[in-house]
Structures are given as C-alpha cells and as structure tokens.
C-alpha cells in the first residue's frame, strides 16, 4: 500500500475527475482544441492579427465602450484610460501568457519527471527525499513564498518563470512516482524483467512510454493552473511588469476603472478563463481518450 | 419460441430515452431537497459565526453612524512626528497640533504658539497659549514645546520628517509658555517648519506604546484602533479652540481606490481622498482643488544625452500638456507655470510660462544639439504612488517618440523608486528620466533644494548659479529678497531645465451627500473644517 | 408448458451505444421460466447471458446508453413497462440476483448483517430488530457459523465463499420468486464451487423458488439445471434439456463447447478440437448467422441469411440452416463409462 | 524440513529446486509464507503441472523458481548453476533460457509497444541478433504461433486476448529457452480459445523440446497437457507424482476432493457435485494463520488428532507418487472413515 | 509497503510534519539572508554604504551563513521574529492580528465550498448522466478554470455596484465576509464538486452499488447507506485538501480583491514596503498553519481510512 500522501496527486486526480465529466457532444470535442489552436496561432502571429498597434495611444478615444468607434476606427472591446485598443493589447497579452504557461509547466516537468523516476526507481532515501521535498513544496503557501521571492529578487518574467516549476513540479513528481511504482509491479515489465532487461532498459522502453500519456493529460492541466497563477502574480503587481503585458497585468491595469469601465477587467479575464477552460477540457478529453478514465 | 426474424430498424430513441430513464433516475423530490440544504448549510454557517463579527462594524444605519474616512494604507505609526505620509496624517493631524498653521488660503497662522519672532538670525522666540492640555491631562508649555522640538531632531529618534527639521539646533525654555528654538546659521524657513513639527506630551510620548495611542492637543482625541481595519477618533470636549461639529470619526483602512469608490456609492463612507477624474461621476458629491503639487520628469543632466540644455528644452516642448490635462486628467489638472509653485508662494516667477506643444521645433533642437535621430532613454516610475503616475508616463513615452527620443518605462515598487533617486547622477546605475510629484506644503521656494542644487540629495543637476543662489536665500530672513532670488532661480530653471514641467495636479476628495466641506490648500483634512447636513 | 410461467422474456432486444458503434448485446432472445424451474443459461463471455438478465431488472451501469426492448412478464407484468419506483418492489423482493465476484459485490463499509438487513426493512418494513434476527438466520441458513457474532463483521472478515454464501443470504432474504444466479461460482475455488452450489439448490428446494443459473462452465450448468439456453453473440442458439445439449446437440457451437476444454474423463491423449478464430462482440450491421465465421459447417447462405429456428425434439430447438438440413454435428466423443 | 527427495524426474534434471521458502511482509507489520519449502524437479523436455486453488503459492512459487521473486531460504538449481547465488548480470544472461508466460495476456504486454517489437526484445536485450536479423526472427516466430506478419506493427490493444497470448508464447520461445514457467496461460481466455492455445502450447513443446512448468487451478487443463503433477496446498506440495498415477489414484484426501469436485460437463455432473460436497468442507485457510500440523486438518474428512499437531512427511506411494499426508495408506485401503463434510452445510 | 499502526503514523506524521516546517523556516531564510540583503531593505533610503556596512555588523550578517540560520532560528523558537520595519514594533503580533481574518474567511469559504461542492458533487455523481449532472458538469469545469480574483471583481462590480447588496469591501461586519466567502467559494467549490463527483461516480459503478439496486433499495437509501460510507472518508479528506490548497494561494489574492485585512493583504502591503521581518514571519506562521492543517487531514484520513479498510 502506498503511503496516503505520498500517492495523493490533487492535480492528476482533478485531471481524473474532469474526465468522468459526462461527455460532451463530439462537436465539444473538437471546439476545446480549436480554442487552442487559435490562441497558439494569435500568439505565433502575434501583433500581425491585431486591429491595432498594442501599445497606440489615442488619448482622445480612451475608455471607449466595447463595439465603439474612433477616428481611428472601429474598436470591439473598446479602449482602455490611454486609448489603447483593448483587443489589440489582449493579444500583444496572449504571447506572454501562454509562453509563461507553457515554458514554466515544460521546466516543472522536467524536473518533475526526473525526480518523479528516480524516487520511483531507486526507492529508499532518494524517494523519501523526493516526496519530503514535494509535499513541503504543497504544504507551504506557495503564493506567499512567491512574493517573498519576488520581493526579494524583483518581479520579472524571467523571475516568474523561474518560479513558477515550483509550483507544479511536485504534481509531476508525485504522478511519475505512483505510475512508476504502479508500473514496476505490472505484469509486462515483470515479463521485461523475465525476458532479461536491465534496470534502465526497463525505465526506458516500458516505464517511460507508459508514463507519458498520463504525463501529456497532466502537463494540459498544468499549464491551466500556472496561466492562473502567473495571472495572479501579475495581478498583485509582484509578476509580469509593464512594458511586457499579460492578461493578468490587464486584469489588474483595469481594475481602478472598474466602475467606470467595465470590460478593462472583464475582457482579460475571459479570455484568460476561456484558455484555461480549454486546456482543461482538452485534458478530458487526452484522459478520456487514453482510456485511463471510466 | 421464434428465432430472430431480421433485425427491423426501429426507432433507437424512443427505446434510449426510456433506456436513460431507466439508468439516470432522477428523483423529482432530492433536488429541491439538495438546494435546500445547501441553503439551511449556508443559513446556520452565516448565523452561527454572524453575532461574533459584530465586533464594531455597522453596516446599516447612516443616520446615525460616525462620519467615515477611508484611507487606502495602514499607518505604520500615529506617532505624528515619526512619520510624515497622508494617510497616517489624516488621523494624527487631527489630533496633534503644532505652533504655527496655516489658515485655508495658505497664510501662515499662530496655533499653539501666541506668536513668534526672530531675537536674532539664529534665535526664534515663540510665545505660547495658556491653558492648554492634552487629551491625557499633561500640560502644555514651554518645556514641552522644547521636548517636542529636541525629539524631533535627536538623531536616535528615526522620523521620516528628517527634511522638515534640516537647519533646526534645538530648543530651550525661556520662561513657562516662552521658548526659543535655535537654528545651525541662518534659516529663513524656520517658521514655516514650525508647522511640520507636531507638539507631543512628554509622558505619553516616551512610553512605546504612544505609536499606536497617540496623544495631542487636538480637537479629536484617539479612540482606537483594530488593526488592519480602522481608527476612530471622537471630539476632544476640552478642546482650548472652537469645537468641531462632528462628534466621532472612524477612518476605515480600504486598499483599493475602486472600492472605496464603490463603498462611498453604497453608503458606507463619508469621505474618499485622491478619486480618480473618471469617478467623479460615480461619487454622490466631490470637491477638486488645485493642490501643492506638480508633477514633473526629472532628468539626469549627467547623462551624455541629455546634458545639453537643448535637449531637455526639446523635451518639454514634445510633450502636450495640455492634453495631458484635458484628457487623462479630465481637466482636473492644468500645466504648470514651468516651475514647482503657485501664485502667491514664496519664490514663483510671474514671467515665466508653460513650455508649448511645439514638436516641430522640439525636433530641430535635437538635431541642433546633434541627436536628429533621438536617443534611448528609460522613464523610471514608482507603481501605484501618483494619481495615474503610469498612465502620464505612458503618455509622455509616446509623445517623446513622437520627436525619435524612445523612452521605455520601467514601473518600480515606491521603495526601489525611492532608492534610484538617491544614485548621485554619475554614477552607474543612476536613472535617465524619473517621474514624480513635488509637494510643497511649505508654499514657498526652498522646498525644491534636494532636487536642484548640486549636493542635493535627489538633485542630477549641478549648475553654480543655482547653488548660490538657493544658499543665499535660505540665510536670507528678508521675505522679500528671497522672493527675488527664487524667481531668479526659477528663471535658471527654464533655459537649464531639471525636468519636463508636466501639471500643476488637483486633488479630489469623493463626499457623501451629508458631508459639506471645502478642502484647503495645502490638503490637511481636518475634520473641523466639515459639517453635517441634513 | 403446461404451467403459467413465472418468468417469461419475449424478444428481449438490449442494445449498448458505445464508441465503437451500435453494440447489439441482446438480440431477439425470448425464454420463459415456470415456477420452481431451474434453467442455465451457458454461454462465453460477450454472448449476452449477463446482460440479458440485467436487462429483466434493468441494472445497467451508470452512464450506460442503453435501448432495451420486448417484453419481460414477471407473474403476468411487463417489468420494462414499470416505472423505477415499481420496479423497486420487484427487485430484491421477488426477484433476487446472485453477482459473479464475492469480493466486490459486497459493501466493504456495511456490516454484513445490515446488508441482509435492509431489504427486509425495505420489502417487507420489519423492524430494526426483527430485521437483524431475521438476517441472523439466514446466515445460519445459509451456513455462516455463529451468526449471531459475525452479523456485526465486516465483508473483509469472510473468505471468498463466506462471503458468496452471504450474498446468497442477501439474495433470498425476501424469499423471492426467482433468483438469478450470475456466474456464481466463477470466482471460488473448485472446492468452494461444489458447496456453493449444492446450497443454491438446497435453497431453491426450499425455498421453492425458481433458478436461473448462469455460467461459461458447462459442467456447472450440468450439474444444476434441467434446461439449457446456449447462447452465442447475442442470441440463443440453442434451448433444450441438459440431456439433449449434451449428448444430441443440434448447433455446431453447442457441439464444439462440449469438447473445446480437457475433461477428467477424457483419454489424455485425445487431441482437443478448437473453435477457431475468437468470440467477437456483435457491432455494427450485421447479417447471417452470428456463428458463421467460426462455424466448422459454414456454407453460403449462413453468412447471408439469418438461420431459422428448428424443433429437433421437444423442448429442443436449434438456430441453425444445418439443423434446417436436418444434419447434426458430430456429437461430443463419449469416454468408456462416462457418461450414462 | 522434507526429508524425502522428490520423485525423480525421467532425465538429469533440467532445474532443481530445494526447500523453496518465500516470505512477504504484508500490512500491518505480519509476515507471510506463500511458498514452504517446496522441492522439485523438472526434467528436460519435461512438462510438471502445478496445480492448487487460487492463494496456494502456485504462481509465486513459479516467479520463485525464475528468481522473479527472490526465496528467502532454498536452492535453485537451473543448468547446473544455483540461480540463488547469481544476481545482477549472471543471473539476467541466464533469463535467455528460462522465460514465464502469464495469465493475462493484455497485461503481460507492453501496451505501447508494437507486437513485432515485443517479440524482438528478448533478442535484442541479450545481443542474440542484430536488428534485421532480431525482425526476421521475430516474424517467423510470429508465424509459428499462428500470427501473420499484419500483426507486425499493430499493438496489444488491437489483438483479442487469444492472439495475444500467441504472442507472448512467442516472446517467451524466441530465444529459444530450455523452460517457460506458464502461469495458468489459458485461464483468462474464452473458453472457445482456450483449446487453441492448448494445442499450441503442445506444438511448440514438440517442436523446440522445451520444458514447461505448468501453473493451473484448472486440474483438466493441467492433466491434459502434463507429464506429471505435483498438488500445492497453503504454501507446500501436498502430493506428486505421474499424470496418469496421479488422477487414476489421488492419495491424499486433499486431491480425492480436487479432484472430485471438477464439474464434468455429463449427466454424471448432479451427483458429482454432492458427492464433492461431502468430500471437501470449508474454504482455504488465510495464509496469515496456516493451521498446525497438517495444513489440510480442518478441511479433512479424515483428520485425526496427529494431524493437528504433526506436518506430514512426504512419502513415497507407489508408481512415482509421492504424497505428504499421515494416513494415506488407512484412507487408500478404505479402514479410515471420513466424516461428514457437514460442518459448512447445516440443514435448514 | 509502509506498515505502520495509526498510532505511529501520528507521531511519523508530526514528525514529518515539523521537519517540513522546518525546511520552510530554512527556505524563507535563504531567501531572505542568501539572496536579499536585509542590511540594505532596513537602512533608510539615504544610508550610505558605510552605514549599511554598520548595521550589517550590527546585524551579524557577517558571519557565517549556518552561524546565521542558528541564531535565527533560535530566536524563531522564542517567538522573536524580529521587528516591522514600518510598524515600529513586533512582526509576530503584526502577523498573528491579521492570521484570524484569513482563517475566518477560509474557513467560511470552505464551509461553503465543502457544502456546494460536496452535496452537489455527490449528487452529481449518483445521478451520472443526468439534466443536474450535465448542468453542474459545465458550470463547474468553468469555474475552476477561472482566477479567483477575477471573480472577485465581478462579483463586487456585480453585487456590490449594480445591486448594492453587501460591503465592498474591507471588514465591518458580517455582511463583509459574504462576497469574498463566496468568491473562494465558487472555484474551490468547483473543485470539490469535481473530485467528489468523481468519487462518487467511481463508487456507483462498484459492483456493490448494483447489488443494492438488485436489492430494490430507494436512492436514498443507497446514497446515504452505501455511496456516502464509502466516499464520506474522500469527501472529507478532498474537502481538508481544498483548505490546504485554498491558502497556497487562491485566499490571499482574494484578500487583496476585498481589502480583507489578512495575511494576504499584510504580505502585499509588506511586501511593496519591503517589510522583510513581516514577510518571512506572515510565511513562517502562514506555513506552519497549513503544514498542521495537512497534517490533522492526513491523520484524520489515516484513521478513517484504517476503520474502514483494514487488512
């Protein structure tokens, strides 16, 4: 039996728990990719996409309403208290985003896995190192070890990133261990073991390619959870730093006019929740297709 | 006993729906049940933990709730000589009073003092009032006059209002409500001062917990104080002046501009400083006035770019100010006079006017000055400090670009701002362009002396002419003279300026419907200045 | 059938939607049971024997897209035309149902005794007390001794076969009509089988109810039932008594079946005779005879037309064109003194 | 603790295991034995059947023999070398000549590796072949077992479970092993398959003389396909000896009661099962607390008082059978009377 | 593999328990004796090098790192976690005013979300596939894909602008904890709902829960009597987790959202002071009240678990 904490992994368990949501219709199944898609592709191409120039002023049209029209034209999410098109910066926002998501959960990842294998593997006191580490890691409030961190090396993007694998790479470590200990007890790696692979070749061939599935689900479910983060950081002012933009930082620029101008906070956080919303559901559906959910 | 005879196609649905009936039997009577209990759940959490909060709050009830206050930071300290932030002094400064003041249009007024003389150029003598107590019964007179003086500027006493006390020697009792208060040379400013410099009790103050129960002679004496949520404080019924009419304050702690915005909307509170132009349709009623305050980008003139004055000039006249006014500030701000001071202060130069939009020529000095393609510079700005300090950043980086300066603004936590500004110009490190606000409470010409003067502490200027001039003035007790030399100063200032003169900026207090009050020049709140209506 | 059947299935049709396609689990079976009656349903797995006596109680896992259709008569009521809080009486009350493995289909939180319990407080509104010494004896009834004591176990404390005897406890607390046992041995030990089954039968002697017993183990279905249904694919291919399956099977399938596994009695040198190729779920369109393609006599028109059902005796029926024909496959080989 | 060496195989033994023992710790701290000191042999060429109900040690005893899992006390001895004392890389180099194949097939298979692939590893981890080679031996393999070469690329999850038992058949004879340990391989498949994969199984044995050590619960299955058979109970070998023997004279009442309860599907069956009934009473002890004595006493219509106290010998019983029980002889010459199985079954 | 009795899994969890505490102590220090500079963050603005130089000797940050952690940690253990360098007084009553209003407004929001989520979810879940499992389905993956201090904001420019139903913000009552409470709410709400529906569902397909339908069992009587005393150790435990997860982070932004004077808006405010003593003890203290948290949730599972599921 495992050890109740050392096996507990909120995050692959909410991965679980979004699968055995009833399903969608097949049109769901593929409206939640295409979100994606769109948000990769706004972000590769960028400014190109975009209405305007992110950072236009026009302080003669600022704090349009959403569908509202200046000198310069047409304006569907409005502007926000310089005249800035808040479509057009929503975008410039989309690149950070989703790189921070994508880079922090990629880094959390390797060293999760990593540490996820060796615990697994060799067992004994690496293991007891790797899972005393992961559950300090959870146990700690992160966020307010993020702003002590934060204060102390300065808020940047690279700091961010930096910090951010914190946050997710005990839900790596925790997932590969489990899986790893699962998979040394199934019969086809006791079959590799008869047949005479060695240790590595046995992670290698038949540990590593069965992790990985679970690992994709869990790495869509991450970089969710660290876009929210990173939104949450920029938005205590402790995160991403102007000029750089992310939805976050758009959430927080436009919280003073909230009630003057509504869709400054709004907008942001739509589209922010909507890419979160679609990596989770993206995630359901890997977890529903990998058959690892009922 | 029949085989099968084909499979007919039948209808799949019907059977499905009566299939799902079967698999998904949804009670009809659970449901409801469920809401039910999650609200019954939520009913006798709320009234269970509801009568414990009641500690002090009120939410219903404005008739007959004290008038509210909100500040957007905690005092770290109502200690009024420790520290010198707005929002610690709209509590202490209702509480604590000093020897002079000044009156609602800026002149200077006798408080505790009777009234003051200088015995010789480095001796001030202060006749004190009678019959003057604290809320805790010491009394006041010279020799606390003279401790409240002497603790101020002990070095062993760390207070942010090091400024206010620059060229203060100490104090000494001359008889029981006489005291002289000494100054290091010459110091013209020194009655001005006194209005910086709080009269504390003795007693009171040496204890530790005086941070935290103040003690004054104010018209509002401290009641208390629940630590991240409010202060109040109620009249002083033995108060040696007119009695305000309002009998009890709370100042509530809300850290955000939007909420006390909105709190003021429900009713809540009476009275919200520094609104925002664009919310002032949303406060029920709203005083603006032009404050002390003049915002400015300060250069450093020992960068390579920017060390020709032609550079500096091009830059003010990039910028629209304008505009700036009209548009961000909604008008609640005009460009200032190209020189941090108003009509009427000591020092402000009546010749001299705003710097205008003109790029065109802006782009010619430039190219005069050997930079027809601009230059790269970075715009330092604190986050969250001044009333849209980033937004006019903003601005100004765009309308800089307009003439090829390319200026990237880089947002700063107010103490790292604070620490840039102290890197001398030259040195490694030191900032290009910095923006900020200049108060001047003093109303009066020497209060700019750390920006402008060689040594000053934030100064990235060093021109001789301005130095010996600044000095002359300060040894200077002729009002008149000082004038003379500060308009001179000024008029350096503008073909060798220190900074883009943005605006000379409003503050805007958001008012309930029952409160009446014109605020004061020099953005004291004091509460006896406000009145109830019905 | 002289009798008025207890149980009587017309065209019972049961299909799944599943991602792969319409997966027709049942399809076109009718049967009936007369009280009292024991009879097997033998069958591999996928040949819709489970399923189709799920489908009696409709019991179908969550989520399951299920279309169910025909007639089930219970005692003259069409059970699929119950609504839910109906069928309720029925469930458990007079129709009890035995499920394969001991090990999960107890509830590991509940005292075994308040599992016996509950239907009887449910069905028959006993008493707290009443209901607890009722399950007291039927634990002794069914052979769990000191019943008294072990009531208050939890599920974990009982071996495998304690535990199948507690769900047969469970299964006839209300003294049902019919019970249904689903594969009900397949999980115990060989030497646990024999007394599981004897108490089955012992019970149903009792306690007169009818038996519908289930299994893939031909040998099981010898031993307790009289009548056999063979079902492959979804239908039932063949009916008749234990004898006529047994020793004159009319349908290839239930030939081969005899002789697909080793038998004690059985010369070990006696080769064994496969079916080829594996049984297949039924998705999808399909036509012809479910069995053509692992059929040893498959002709043409197996694999186009669907076979009709022949009387090859009374009470025999096979679905099958060899049948039609009135050709019969070879019969299972008959060791010296094996068999009477 | 056994005294008497197992009955002799035909030939030198191939693999020869002495006093077995394996220990696990489970929850809570206890220790079980699921294999006691176990002897035996298996010739070469030679198929033993093992056969015992689920939780009597069989198949740990099989991973045991294959040092899958490692004995705590015993020897092993495989190819004239103690598999006890190898490890490491002696002991894997040995794994080319003794292979296992497993009850479940789809979990016995990597499910991410095409078939081809999972034939080709053993080759390829013991540098038999080079990759082409490894492929074209991998596909004749494949053949022999009955799958094309469409089954190449495909993966586990594709194949039903009959093919994939092929399949692992073929993984386990690639490298052309002196013994597979087949660890009740048809158990998990249709009924209608398990045939097939019988008969296979004895091809293959024809074809490459290979040895099997035959894991079933299923006493037909394993008399079907054995040369001899030995009868595990609660962790030891109650009885072995010649198939034929064995079946036409079970001495010990433990295998009378096996094997009168197997269900022959004839009209005999009805009696059979009361009969099987009566023979057998109770259900396996839990191997946490095995009974004193002779681990089978309180299931045995037999058992005397020294049955409580005192293990059973193994004795030799004629014909090659060798049978650890006191009273054989008595229950064989029909003096010993049993009791009623009617403690499990009270009447009503 | 790990057999232990449920007593020496306390003491092994306690233990383990304060050696992550203490990890968290030697983090926070690192971070603030090994990257920052607390001589510079104390000095005032206009020190000069020698004076910083000065404190730091005053300090004793010139020795030896370890020589620092003991001496600091010593004080640590004596309650002494320096003083605010805004404040003028201790860090420790500082950090401990403010710890009850975060623990008022987390627990309530918990009380809430377990409420919300966990009928809700069990409901869910017994009901798989139904209209109220397919409308909470949506809702819920929404709300745990959204931030929670975005809600937050909706929320007060909803309720408190447009309806003008509750505080806004800050704490004067009751009525304050309403939108906040909620806000925490709805996400880690959704959160539980999702895992105890997945829970339960996992339930609902056991073979047991059909032998109680084969019984003719009401619902209710097999949600409450067999469903629930299966799941009720996983509702509780998700529900425990939730809390833990709720302050490692969601909580302190929405303090700052509602100007809630907890420890989130103490570290915000600290933190923009650069107030060091008052950040590393809000985290010190903060931490060791989820590290016990967790704690009391893996014992509380340990032991329900182990009535359960023994052997």
């Not at chain 1, 998979?183 to 069965?210: D, F, K, M």
């Not at chain 2, 949303?282 to 603006?288: D, F, G, R, T």
């Not at chain 2, 409470?441 to 003067?453: K, Q, V």
């Not at chain 4, 087949?182 to 293959?204: G, I, T, Y």
């Amino acid at each position: 039996m495992l050890d109740a904490r050392l096996g507990r992994n909120e995050d692959i368990e909410e991965a679980r728990a979004l699968a055995r949501q009833a399903t969608l219709s097949r049109a769901g199944d593929l409206f939640w990719p295409a979100v994606i898609v769109a948000l990769v592709l706004l972000a590769l191409t960028g400014d190109a996409l975009a209405p305007y120039a992110p950072t236009a002023q026009d302080v003669g049209a600022r704090l349009l309403p959403p569908f509202a029209t200046s000198s310069r034209g047409f304006h569907l999410l409005g502007t926000d208290p310089l005249g800035r098109d808040l479509l057009s910066t929503m975008i410039a926002g989309t690149r950070l985003s989703l790189f921070i998501g994508v880079t922090a959960t990629f880094i959390g990842l390797v060293i999760g896995v990593g540490l996820g294998m060796a615990a697994g593997y060799y067992g004994g006191s690496v293991d007891r190192l790797v899972m005393r580490l992961a559950e300090a890691q959870t146990a700690m409030p992160m966020f307010l070890v993020a702003i002590l961190f934060l204060v102390v090396l300065g808020p940047s993007v690279f700091n961010v990133i930096i910090l951010l694998p914190a946050l997710v790479w005990p839900a790596f470590a925790r997932l590969v261990r489990a899986e790893t200990l699962r998979l040394r007890e199934t019969l086809y790696v006791e079959a590799a073991v008869a047949t005479g692979c060695t240790g590595p070749q046995v992670l290698w061939s038949h540990i590593l390619p069965n992790v990985a599935p679970r690992v994709a689900v869990l790495t869509v479910i991450e970089v969710g959870h660290v876009m929210l983060a990173e939104a949450g950081l920029s938005f205590l002012g402790i995160g991403v730093q102007p000029p750089d933009v992310t939805w976050g930082l758009l959430i927080a620029r436009g919280r003073p006019y909230l009630a003057v101008a509504w869709w400054l906070v709004t907008m942001p956080g739509v589209l922010l929740g909507l890419a979160v919303l679609a990596f989770n559901m993206l995630a359901r559906r890997f977890e529903v297709a990998s058959g690892s959910a009922a | 006993m029949t085989g099968p005879m084909g499979i007919e196609r039948r209808s799949i649905q019907q059977d499905t729906s009566r299939g799902g009936d079967v698999t998904m039997p949804v009670s009809k009577l659970v449901l409801p049940r469920a809401a039910v209990l999650t609200a019954v759940g939520l009913a006798v959490a709320l009234v269970a933990i509801g009568p414990w909060l009641e500690l002090g709050g009120a939410f219903a009830g404005t008739a007959t709730r004290p008038v509210v206050l909100t500040i957007t930071t905690e005092p770290a300290t109502l200690d009024a000589q420790a520290v010198n932030d707005r929002h610690s002094r709209v509590v202490s400064g209702n509480i604590f009073e000093t020897l002079l003041d000044r009156d609602r249009t800026g002149r200077l007024v006798p408080l505790l003092a009777e009234s003051y003389e200088a015995v010789n150029p480095t001796t001030w003598r202060f006749r004190l009032r009678r019959g003057v107590t604290f809320h805790n019964g010491e009394p006041f007179n010279a020799e606390v006059a003279a401790y409240s003086v002497n603790r101020i500027i002990d070095r062993n006493y760390r207070t942010t209002r090091g400024s206010y006390t620059v060229g203060i020697a100490g104090a000494r009792v001359v008889d029981e409500y006489t005291v002289e208060v000494l100054t290091s040379g010459v110091n013209a400013t020194l009655p001005v001062q006194m209005t910086s410099l709080p009269m504390v009790p003795p007693r009171a103050s040496q204890q530790r917990d005086f941070a935290w129960r103040p003690v004054g002679t104010g018209p509002y004496r401290f009641l208390g104080w629940v630590r991240g949520r409010e202060m109040r404080i109620a009249i002083n019924d033995n108060y040696w002046g007119p009695k305000p009419t309002i009998r009890e304050v709370v100042v509530r702690i809300i850290p955000d501009k939007q909420t006390e915005l909105l709190a003021l909307r429900a009713g809540e509170v009476d009275v919200v400083l520094d609104l925002l132009p664009e919310q002032i349709q949303l406060a029920p009623k709203h005083v603006s006035h032009p404050a002390p305050e003049y915002s400015y980008i300060a250069f450093n003139t020992h960068k390579r770019e920017m060390a020709d004055p032609r550079v500096r000039i091009a830059m003010n006249l990039a910028v629209d100010k304008e505009r700036l006014a009209r548009t961000i500030y909604q008008g609640h701000a005009r460009p200032n006079m190209s020189q941090h001071l108003s009509p009427g202060m000591v020092g402000f130069n009546p010749n001299l006017r705003p710097f205008p939009y003109d790029p065109a020529r802006a782009r010619q000095l430039l190219a005069e000055a050997g930079f027809p393609q601009g230059f790269a510079v970075v715009l330092n700005t604190p986050i969250g400090r001044y009333l849209k300090g980033e937004e006019t950043s903003e601005y100004v980086a765009q309308q800089l670009a307009q003439v090829g300066i390319q200026a990237r603004v880089q947002l700063h936590e107010w103490t790292a701002y604070q620490n840039l500004g102290r890197i001398p110009g030259d040195r490694p490190g030191a900032f290009d362009l910095k923006y900020g606000w200049n108060s001047n409470e003093w109303f009066d010409g020497s209060r700019i002396i750390a920006h402008i003067t060689c040594r000053g502490t934030s100064s990235k200027i060093c021109d001789p002419r301005i130095d010996e001039l600044m000095t002359r003035a300060n040894g200077t007790v002729d009002q008149r003279a000082r004038d003379e030399m500060y308009q001179q100063v000024w008029q350096i200032l503008n073909e060798n300026p220190y900074s883009i003169y943005l605006l000379q900026q409003n503050l805007i207090y958001g008012l309930s419907a029952r409160i009446q009050w014109r605020n004061r020049l020099d953005d004291e709140v004091r509460i006896a200045d406000m009145r109830l209506v019905r | 059938m002289i009798q008025e059947p207890l149980l009587d299935v017309r065209n019972l049709r049961v299909r799944f939607e599943t991602p792969r396609g319409l997966l027709r689990a049942v399809d076109d079976v009718s049967f009936s049971v007369a009280p009292r009656e024991t009879v097997g349903i033998v069958g591999e797995s996928g040949s819709g024997k489970s399923v189709t006596m799920l489908s009696v109680l409709r019991l179908f896992p969550p989520l399951a897209r299920v279309a169910v259709s025909g007639q089930v008569l219970f005692e003259g009521t069409d059970l699929l035309r119950l609504s839910e809080a109906e069928l309720r009486e029925v469930r458990g009350a007079k129709i009890g149902m035995v499920f394969q493995d001991p090990l999960t289909s107890l509830n590991p939180a509940l005292p075994v005794g308040e599992q016996i319990a509950e239907s009887l407080r449910t069905h028959r509104g006993l008493s707290r007390v009443a209901a607890r010494r009722r399950a007291e004896e039927l634990l002794e009834l069914v052979g769990i001794p000191d019943p008294a004591r072990r009531a208050d176990d939890l599920p974990y404390r009982f071996s495998g076969g304690m535990r199948q005897r507690i769900m047969i406890a469970i299964a006839i607390a209300c003294e049902p009509k019919l019970l249904i046992a689903d594969e009900p041995t397949s999980a115990l030990d060989v030497t646990v089988q024999a007394q599981v089954l004897v108490l089955l039968e012992r019970l149903q002697r009792e306690l007169g109810m009818s038996l519908i017993m289930i299994s893939h183990d031909l040998g099981v279905i010898a031993a307790t039932s009289r009548r056999v249904l063979v079902m492959y694919g979804g239908w039932i291919v063949e009916r008749g008594s234990v004898e006529e399956i047994l020793e004159r099977p009319g349908h290839p399938y239930s030939a081969a079946l005899t002789r697909l596994v080793p038998d004690l009695d059985q010369p070990r040198d006696e080769p064994l005779v496969p079916i080829p190729g594996q049984p297949a779920p039924v998705v999808g369109p399909v036509g012809g005879c479910r069995f053509a393609a692992r059929c040893a006599y498959v002709m043409d028109r197996c694999r186009q037309e669907t076979p009709p059902a022949v009387a090859l005796a009374t009470e025999h029926i096979s679905l099958c064109w060899l049948s039609a024909d009135g050709v019969r496959p070879a019969p299972a080989p008959i060791p010296a003194g094996g068999r009477r | 603790m056994t005294v008497v060496p197992p009955a002799p195989a035909p030939a030198a033994p191939l693999m020869q295991a002495r006093d077995v023992t394996v220990r696990f710790s489970v929850r809570g701290g206890a220790v079980i034995v699921p294999v006691d000191g176990v002897s035996l042999e298996i010739g070469p060429g030679e198929t033993l059947g093992l056969v015992g109900e689920s939780g009597c040690g069989k198949s740990t005893l099989g991973r045991a023999l294959l040092q899958l899992v490692r004995p705590a006390a015993g020897r092993v001895a495989f190819m004239g070398q103690d598999l006890t004392a190898l490890d490491g890389e002696p002991l894997r180099a040995m794994r080319r000549h003794m292979q296992i194949v497993f009850q479940d097939p789809r979990g016995s298979l990597d499910p991410r590796m095409a078939i081809r692939r999972i034939v080709e590893e053993p080759l390829r981890v013991h540098r038999l072949a080079g990759p082409q080679e490894a492929a074209r031996a991998a596909r004749e393999m494949l053949a022999l077992v009955g799958l094309d070469a469409i089954y190449d690329r495909q993966r586990p999850s594709q194949l039903s479970g009959g093919q994939l038992q092929r399949v692992a058949l073929a993984r386990a004879l690639v490298t052309r092993p002196k013994l597979v340990v087949c660890d009740e391989p048809v158990s998990a498949l249709d009924v209608s398959v398990q045939a097939q994969v019988l008969n296979l199984l004895v091809d293959l044995r024809a074809r490459f003389g290979v040895a099997y050590l035959f894991i079933s619960h299923n006493l037909a299955v394993a008399r079907h396909i054995s040369d001899r058979v030995a009868v595990m109970y609660l962790g030891q070998i109650v009885e072995e000896g010649p198939t034929d023997a064995l079946f036409a004279r079970p001495r010990h009442p433990y295998t009378q009661g096996l094997v009168a309860s197997v269900l022959r599907p004839g009209l005999g069956a009805r009696d059979q099962l009361a009969a099987a009934a009566r023979l057998v009473a109770g259900d396996v002890p839990s191997l946490l607390q095995p009974p004193p004595g002779c681990r089978y006493h309180p299931r045995c219509p037999f058992a005397q008082e020294r049955c409580r106290t005192e293990a059973p010998r193994r004795e030799p019983a004629g014909g090659g059978q060798v049978v650890a029980c006191h009273f054989w002889q008595e229950i064989a010459s029909g003096t010993a009377r049993p009791r009623p199985a009617a403690l499990a079954t009270p009447s009503a | 593999m790990h057999a232990q009795s449920p007593g020496r899994f306390v003491v092994t969890r306690i233990r383990d328990g304060l050696g992550i505490l203490l990890l968290v102590t030697v983090v926070i220090f690192l971070l603030g004796y090994g990257l920052g500079d607390p001589a510079a963050l104390m000095s005032p603005v206009d020190a000069t090098p020698e004076e910083i130089e000065n404190l730091r000797r005053l300090l004793g940050l010139d020795r030896p790192l370890y020589v620092q952690f003991v001496d600091y940690f010593g004080h640590l253990l004596r309650g002494d976690f320096g003083e605010s360098l805004w404040q003028y007084r201790p860090a420790l009553p500082i950090v401990l005013e403010a710890l009850p209003f975060t623990l008022l407004l987390t627990a309530t929001a918990l009380v809430l979300a377990g409420l919300l989520g966990g009928i809700n979810g069990t409901l869910a879940g017994f009901w798989a596939g139904s209209r109220f499992d397919r409308a909470t389905n949506f809702l819920t993956v929404a709300a745990v894909s959204v931030p929670s201090f975005w809600v937050g904001l909706i929320l007060i420019a909803v309720a408190a602008v447009r309806i003008q139903l509750f505080p806004t913000s800050g704490f004067t009552g009751w009525q304050s904890l309403v939108l906040p409470a909620v806000t925490l709410a709805v996400v880690h709400g959704g959160r539980i709902h999702l895992l105890v529906r997945s829970a339960t569902f996992e339930e609902m397909t056991k073979p047991y829960a059909m032998v109680a339908r084969s019984k003719g069992l009401p619902d209710r009587l097999i949600l409450w009597k067999h469903v629930l005393r299966n799941t009720s150790v996983t509702v509780a435990t998700t529900i425990g987790w939730e809390y833990v997860r709720m302050l490692g982070g969601a909580a302190f932004a929405v303090e700052v959202v509602f100007a809630w004077p907890g420890i989130g808006q103490l570290m915000i405010n600290a933190a923009n002071r650069h107030d060091f003593p008052v950040l590393q003890c809000a985290v010190i203290i903060a931490g060791a009240f989820v590290v016990a948290t967790n704690a009391l949730v893996d014992i509380g599972y340990r032991l329900m678990d182990a009535r359960l599921r023994v052997a």
